[in-house]
């Protein structure tokens, strides 16, 4: 009898043990997922305050959404234009100097993380410089999609 109870007694260790692991294991997902949503609302909380406050070049670091792919501007220095949605307030147009970089093989859906100068607009605003600066007079920007660093 005394095996069986010893026996019992081990089996609702295990079973105690296995249920806090798993509680361990959920809170750390949990915790992982909240960090990334508190970096994505610290990345750009400067561009909603530039926004509110209406200032312009600024540098400003974030992250957002693609929300809808415009036509290349080809006047002058040819630019991708694109939508990133980055809050449910505040969308940004993105020119990106493809004479300096690279273009970013984005599509609509896909995240982007990215530096850039921040200009006011009452539509969200605009950023560019999203590249070097050919004459490293400042740090210039990028933007990062898939690992990748276009800049």
């Known amino acids: 009898m005394k095996k069986y109870l010893i026996l019992f007694a081990i089996l609702s260790a295990l079973v105690a043990c296995k249920q806090n692991t798993s509680a361990l294991t959920s809170n750390a997902q949990l915790t992982a997922g909240s960090q990334s949503s508190v970096q ?64 970013v093989p984005i599509a609509v859906g896909d995240t982007v993380q990215f530096r850039g100068e921040y200009v006011y607009n009452p539509k969200g ?23 990748q660093i276009y800049q």
């Open 40 to 103: 994505a609302f610290i990345d750009n909380a400067a561009l909603e305050q530039a926004f509110k406050d209406k200032k312009s070049n600024i540098f400003v670091e974030g992250n957002g959404v693609v929300k809808k792919l415009l036509p290349d501007d080809n006047k002058g220095s040819r630019h991708q234009k694109f939508l990133v949605t980055i809050s449910d307030e505040q969308i940004l147009l993105f020119a990106h100097n493809i004479d300096l970089a690279k273009p």
């Open 125 to 147: 605003g605009v950023v560019h410089w999203t590249h070097h600066d050919p004459q490293a007079n400042i740090e210039g920007g990028w933007i990062k999609h898939n690992g």
